[in-house]
T-cell receptor, first 111, second 113 residues
Framework: SQKIEQNSEALNIQEGKTATLTCNYT??????LQWYRQDPGRGPVFLLL?????KEKRKERLKVTFDTTLKQSLFHITASQPADSATYLC??????????FGQGTELSVKP | GAGVSQTPSNKVTEKGKYVELRCDPI?????LYWYRQSLGQGPEFLIY????????DSGLPNDRFFAVRPEGSVSTLKIQRTERGDSAVYLC???????????FGPGTRLTVL
């Protein structure tokens, strides 16, 4: 069956370090993958989109990689700040418009 | 307004009652989505509209759930004979078309007692 998995345990890191979050999937052939940030009590906010023919995408302190052979995406936040603390969701777009989300990974950046 | 809005922000109802949840998408966005999110989980797809028509309703859990978007803008998610298991945050999102980033509203927290 189709499955998307993100680190289920919360990730705690020190301010200034690089946070790396993982998204693995099985039995999908997504056209592209998106990453969202969600704060408590709010809806997800779009961060980055990476297409199946792209290996890497960057936006300011964010970097996403997409390996369709390994069926994995990595999401990096460099020079992390306490304000980066949130839950990060990966989502696969396959066809027809709908997104399939992972369960999210909670990131906590300590000062 | 600039973003997606949802009303009410909170809804408490009793088992067996009927509820309606409303979504106002960003003006000009043709695609509209409904998701349901339980605590500690990611959003779960329910239904996707392109214009006035439901392009994909494969995520609706059963026939108690129904959604409409009669004029291609505002959408209403309707739940009949609510059950305690329907308790969740219902999120609405819109996008320019079906293959773009989605803009989410703040959600409606539904509690069925």
């Amino acid at each position: 069956s189709q499955k998307i998995e993100q680190n289920s345990e919360a990730l705690n890191i020190q301010e200034g370090k690089t946070a790396t979050l993982t998204c693995n999937y099985t039995n999908y052939s997504p056209a592209y993958l998106q990453w969202y940030r969600q704060d408590p009590g709010r809806g997800p906010v779009f961060l980055l989109l990476i297409r199946e023919n792209e290996k890497e995408k960057r936006k300011e302190r964010l970097k996403v990689t997409f390996d369709t052979t390994l069926k994995q995406s990595l999401f990096h936040i460099t020079a992390s700040q306490p304000a980066d603390s949130a839950t990060y969701l990966c989502a696969l777009y396959n066809q027809g418009g709908k997104l399939i989300f992972g369960q999210g990974t909670e990131l906590s950046v300590k000062p | 307004g600039a973003g997606v809005s949802q009303t009410p922000s909170n809804k408490v109802t009793e088992k067996g009652k009927y509820v309606e949840l409303r979504c106002d998408p960003i003006s000009g966005h043709t695609a509209l989505y409904w998701y349901r999110q339980s605590l500690g989980q990611g959003p779960e797809f329910l239904i996707y509209f392109q214009g006035t028509g439901a392009a994909d309703d494969s995520g609706l859990p059963n026939d108690r759930f129904f959604a409409v978007r009669p004029e291609g803008s505002v959408s209403t998610l309707k739940i009949q004979r609510t059950e305690r298991g329907d308790s969740a945050v219902y999120l609405c999102a819109s996008s320019l078309s079906g293959a773009n980033e989605q803009f989410f509203g703040p959600g409606t927290r539904l509690t069925v007692l």
